[in-house]
């Protein structure tokens, strides 16, 4: 059976753009998805990150589903952490209420921030450890029956929304089986625990009321385009972007000095993050989903398509799109 494939758009802001662009592009992302057949978009909450506008995950949830139709839209996700239960249950409850059938609820650990960003978030790094039982505390929550006496959201309850365990380590693949949810990997950006973490969930997992069989998602890059030699240019151009983002810390870096950084233990490591990328034409972009599906043994791939340009981001969700669909 053919894997399902979804987009993980990060809302990127393009160089010396604004965050209204790079929401136009999600918009115009998340209609292209629908109209190709892809299963769902899902988008990140990081914080304090100039590159990445979906900061407030919800409200873009919000405008993209009012600029589309069938498409389901989620968080993927949401730093459950960052956040009390009850406000979640209450936005995801109105996101459901009016999209019904169409969103999603992504779940992961993580503060998606720095350290101090996080202390501008009032949020204390002790938090993650009530992950689980905070999990619990929203799925009742979205469903019929509240465990916190007297306090029900609303809207929320009844709505039943999905929930996935987000994670790039065994705590996720544990958590997800033993409570019976969707395991979503972030393989394309964590990629060195993919296998054992999936070993984990399939072997330990629980049924429940939301999913009777395990289900795995893992993330890959795809840089699609025309010619290898357009896919490989971009290829160049985002590891570039990637390294200014996570290690320039504010200098401006010409390409000379950052493929020298790349060349650097530091950046070696941040090019190994994204170890899984699909890059070239239609054809090889093809080979390589099929065996990457193989090798997660995903049900689903969330693909990341990073290029530079917008018009190149709708390019390589429509080649992917058409190269899966060939018989």
């Known amino acids: ?25 999600s918009v115009a992302l998340a209609q292209k998805a629908e109209a190709l057949g892809y299963a769902r978009v899902w988008y990140a909450e990081h914080h304090n990150i100039p590159s ?34 009850l406000v979640i249950a209450e936005q995801f ?3 459901a209420t009016l999209h019904p059938g169409r969103i999603d609820l992504g779940l992961g650990r993580a503060p998606g921030t720095d350290q ?22 929203l799925q009742a929550y979205l469903g019929d029956e509240t465990r916190v006496a007297t306090v029900e959201a609303t809207p929320g309850k009844g709505t039943r929304v999905p929930l996935y365990i987000l994670g790039s380590s065994l705590f996720g693949a544990q958590l997800a ?3 019976g949810l969707p395991y979503a990997f972030a393989s394309h950006f964590a990629p ?15 049924p429940s009321a939301q999913l009777d069989a395990p289900y795995v998602i893992a993330g890959l890059n795809v840089l699609a385009a025309d010619s290898r030699a357009e896919a490989e240019a971009q290829l160049v151009r985002v590891r570039r972007a990637r390294a200014r983002a996570l290690l320039a ?17 530091a950046g070696r490591h941040v090019a190994g993050m994204t170890r899984y990328t699909a890059v070239g034409t239609p ?29 190149a981001r709708l390019r390589s969700i429509e080649l992917l799109a058409g190269a899966m669909t060939k018989g």
């Open 52 to 85: 990445i506008a979906s900061s407030a995950t919800s409200v873009l949830i919000a405008h993209v589903a009012a600029h589309t139709k069938s498409i389901r839209l989620g968080a993927g996700g949401i730093m459950l952490p960052n956040h009390a239960p």
């Open 283 to 311: 054809a090889e972009v093809r080979q390589y989903v099929e065996e990457f599906a193989e090798l997660a043994r995903a049900d689903e791939l969330m693909t990341v398509h990073a290029a530079p340009s917008v018009e």
């Open 249 to 265: 810390r504010g200098q401006r870096w010409t390409d000379e000095e950052t493929d020298a950084v790349l060349d650097s233990p």
């Open 116 to 137: 101090v960003t996080l202390r501008a978030l009032r949020v204390s790094p002790m938090e993650a450890a009530e992950f689980p039982s905070d999990v619990l505390e």
């Open 1 to 25: 059976m053919p894997v399902t494939l979804s987009i993980l758009d990060l809302a990127f802001i393009p160089s010396g753009g604004t965050a209204r662009e790079a929401f136009a592009c």
């Open 93 to 95: 409850g109105t996101l």
């Open 192 to 206: 060195d625990a993919l296998e054992e973490a999936v070993d984990v969930y399939r072997r330990d997992f629980r």
């Open 177 to 179: 089986a033993e409570l």
